[in-house]
C-alpha cells in the first residue's frame, strides 16, 4: 500500500482526493500547509501531492523537504507559468485543475511505477554525444531483453539482434558494448543499407591507393577502425554476397584485407549484426550466405515491437516527449487524456522511430500547454470520449455552478469537452469575465479557446435608441 501525503488547504478538494485515493488501496495523510506537512515526515512517504499556492510557503517548498520523494503539484489554468517552474525546480509532474479523476489516478500511478523500478533499473546505453540514458520499458518482453543483455555481453561472442524497423536494436548494440570488457574501445557503427553496394566493401575493409578509379589514396576500412573494440553492422542482411565472404574471414580467421592489397592484417572485433529480416530464409534463395548466418548466431535477441509493449507505450511517451520539449524548448508540454488515448491503442507499424516522430510534431504543432490528437499528425480520427464515469468525476474547485455534468450518465469528459460542455452551460447566466473566473483562466485565453473550437459568444440583446 503505498504512502501518500495531501497538502492542499481547500478542504473540499482535499477530502474528494483522500477519498479518491484511498478507494484505490493508498494509504492517505493530509495536510493543509507547510508547517502541517513537516509535522507528517513527507520524507517518509511514497508520493506528495501539493497545491502550488498554500497560505504562508509555496507548495514548490516541499521538494526540497520532501527529497528524494516525488512531488506532484497542483495548479489552476490560470497558475501554468508557475507549474513549468515547478518542474524546473524538481518537481515530478503537474495536475491542472479541474482534474479528470482517472487522468490524476493514471498520472499517480505511474510516478510510483516509475519510483518502484527504480530498484530494477535497465541497462544504460550512451547516446552519439556520449550522455548516459537507461533503455525504456518494463513488460516482461523487455525484461528478457535486459536479461540476454547482462548474460551476453561480458561473453565476448558474436551475437544477432532481431527485430522490425524502429525496435531499437542499436540501443542493445550500445548496451552489449558499454557491458563488455571493451568498453573502453571504440563502439563502431554500420548502416549496410544505407551505403552504395559498390562502396560497402571500401568502406568495411579498407582499400589501397589505386586499388579502383578515384582511389586516390589509401582508406582504412571501418572493420579495422573498431580493432579491440566492438563493431555494430545494421541490417546486415542487405550485405551484398562479395562482402559477405569477406565479413566470414573475419569472424573465421580474425583477418582482413583492403582491396587491392596482398597483405592481410589481424584485428580482434566483437561482431554485432542486426536485421529485421529473416536471414535463414534468405540463405534458402542465396541472397545471404549460410555459413555466415551460422557464424553470426551464436547469441540472438528478439526485440518486441511496439504494438506487443501495451504497458511500456505510455512511459516511453513520457521520455521522447520531454526530450522534444527540450530540445524545442518548450518545458511543461503535455499529452491530453485524449491524445494518450490515442497513443496507448495505435499499432505502430514504425515502432518507437514513428512514436518519436509523432510527438516531435505535436510539440512543434500544439497551440497550448496540452498535446492534442490532431497535433501528432497519426492520420486517424480522433476518438471521441465515450467512456462512463460517474457524476463526481471532475474535483470541484470553489462555490457556485458546478462544472461538472450531473447525471450519472455523463461522459468521461476531456478537458477541451469539459471547456466546451461548462462554457454553453453558463455562458447565458455568466460574464466573460465569471466565466473565465470560473475556469481559472484570462478573458484573452478563453476569447482563443472559444475560436479554437468553434464557440460564439452569447450576443445580449440589442439596444435601441429613440
Given amino acids: 500500500m503505498s504512502r501518500i501525503l495531501i497538502v492542499e488547504d481547500e478542504a473540499i478538494i ?13 494509504h492517505v495523510s493530509e495536510a493543509a500547509s507547510i508547517d502541517e506537512a513537516r509535522a507528517l515526515e513527507p520524507q517518509g512517504q511514497d508520493l506528495v501531492i501539493a497545491d502550488l499556492r498554500l497560505p504562508g510557503e509555496p507548495g514548490t517548498d516541499l521538494i526540497r523537504l ?93 551475437v544477432l539482434i532481431q527485430g522490425e524497423s524502429g525496435t531499437g536494436k542499436e540501443l542493445v548494440a550500445r548496451a552489449l558494448h558499454q557491458q563488455s570488457r571493451r568498453a573502453a574501445a571504440p563502439l563502431i557503427c554500420v548502416n549496410c543499407a544505407a551505403i552504395p553496394e559498390t562502396l560497402i566493401e571500401s568502406e568495411l575493409f579498407g582499400h589501397e591507393k589505386g586499388a579502383f578509379t578515384g582511389a586516390n589514396s589509401a582508406r582504412t576500412g571501418l572493420v579495422e577502425a573498431a580493432d579491440n573494440g566492438t563493431l555494430f553492422l545494421d541490417e546486415i542482411g542487405e550485405l551484398p554476397t562479395d562482402a559477405q565472404a569477406r565479413l566470414l574471414r573475419v569472424l573465421q580467421e580474425g583477418e582482413i584485407r583492403k582491396i587491392g592489397s596482398v597483405e592481410t592484417r589481424h584485428v580482434d572485433v566483437r561482431l554485432i ?88 510534431r505535436g510539440v512543434i504543432l500544439a497551440e497550448s500547454h496540452l498535446i492534442h490528437p490532431d497535433d501528432l499528425g497519426l492520420g486517424g480520427p480522433v476518438p471521441s470520449a465515450t467512456t462512463r464515469t460517474e457524476a463526481h468525476n471532475v474535483t470541484p474547485l470553489d462555490d457556485g455552478p458546478d462544472p461538472a455534468p450531473t447525471s450519472d450518465d455523463a461522459e468521461d469528459l476531456s478537458l477541451e469537452d469539459y471547456f466546451q460542455h461548462f462554457v454553453l452551460e453558463h455562458q447565458d447566466q455568466m460574464s466573460e469575465t465569471e466565466l473565465a473566473h470560473k475556469l481559472g483562466i484570462s478573458r484573452k485565453c478563453l476569447w482563443e479557446r472559444r475560436q479554437k473550437l468553434g464557440i460564439p459568444r452569447k450576443k445580449g440583446p440589442r439596444r435601441h435608441t429613440g
Avoid at 506487443?308 to 499529452?335: S, W
Fill in 14 to 26: 482535499r477530502s474528494a482526493l483522500r477519498r479518491l485515493l484511498e478507494r484505490h488501496d493508498h
Fill in 66 to 158: 520532501a527529497d528524494p520523494v516525488p512531488v506532484l503539484i497542483m495548479t489552476s489554468y490560470a497558475s501554468m507559468r508557475s507549474a513549468v517552474e515547478a518542474l524546473k525546480l524538481g518537481a515530478v509532474d503537474y495536475v491542472a485543475k479541474p482534474f479528470d479523476h482517472d487522468e490524476l489516478l493514471e498520472t499517480v500511478s505511474r510516478i510510483l511505477h516509475q519510483q518502484a523500478s527504480r530498484r530494477t533499473e535497465p541497462p544504460d546505453v550512451t547516446d552519439p554525444v556520449g550522455q548516459a540514458q537507461p533503455m525504456i520499458g518494463r513488460c516482461p518482453a523487455m525484461q528478457a531483453v535486459y536479461t540476454r543483455i547482462r548474460k551476453t555481453a561480458p561473453a565476448d561472442v558474436t
Fill in 273 to 360: 549484426a542486426a536485421t529485421h529480416r529473416d536471414l535463414h530464409a534468405l540463405s534458402r534463395t542465396g541472397e545471404f550466405r549460410l555459413d555466415l548466418y551460422y557464424r553470426l548466431n551464436v547469441m540472438q535477441i528478439d526485440l518486441p515491437p511496439l504494438r506487443d509493449r501495451e504497458d511500456d507505450i505510455l512511459e516511453i511517451a513520457d521520455t521522447l516527449l520531454d526530450k522534444a520539449c527540450r530540445r524545442h524548448q518548450r518545458e511543461g508540454l503535455r499529452l491530453s487524456r485524449a491524445a494518450r488515448r490515442v497513443i496507448r491503442d495505435a499499432p505502430w507499424p514504425g515502432n518507437v522511430r514513428e512514436l518519436e516522430n509523432a510527438l516531435e
